[in-house]
């Protein structure tokens, strides 16, 4: 390709601070449909995206009830929801441990609690393992510490609190 020597060439920054990534910000999302305990023999389906942002690298996003009026978000960590996949992970408000259901094969539990209610889910666990897996392919383990703030970011930010 060549250009006229009267018009400016354009340029495509390649740089930037060392160590820091230059790419536009990654995002893994999927929807899976989960299932529900209503009741004792009742079980219902909601649909849930599952969403990770290479911004918030150690973090995961899950909305319950796409496109309804009371569309739910609980962030926890992308560590919880991998050890889940495991065994017993969580405390508190959300637990994760797997599960095997002859109906549904290899599942994970997720159990939520908040005050405004608790809920019980089960989605496939091969499936959440593949949306996991492509969130590390998007950052790595060993990367998540190079995204977040540095200390003089984190001390300007706490400074304009």
Not at 8 to 13: I, R
Not at 66 to 73: F, M, Q, S, V
Not at 140 to 148: I, N, Y
């Amino acid at each position: 390709m060549s250009a006229s020597p009267d018009q400016p060439l354009a340029a495509t920054p390649t740089g930037g601070e060392q160590g820091r990534r230059t790419a536009p910000p990654a995002v893994v999302e999927e929807v899976l449909t989960l299932r529900i305990a209503l009741e004792q023999d009742l079980v219902g389906e909601v649909r849930t995206r599952f969403r990770y942002d290479a911004c918030r690298p150690y973090e995961v996003r899950l909305t319950f009830h796409l496109g309804r009026p009371d569309e739910a978000d609980w962030v926890f960590s992308r560590e919880l929801l991998r050890d889940g996949l495991d065994s017993l992970s969580g405390q508190g408000d959300i637990k994760l441990w797997p599960a095997y259901c002859p109906c549904h094969g290899s599942t994970l539990h997720i159990a939520l609690e908040s005050p405004h209610g608790s809920a019980l889910l089960e989605v496939s666990k091969p499936q959440v393992r593949a949306w996991l897996e492509q969130t590390y392919a998007c950052v790595s383990e060993d990367e998540e510490s190079a995204l977040l703030p540095t200390d003089a970011e984190l001390a300007a930010l706490l400074d304009g609190a």
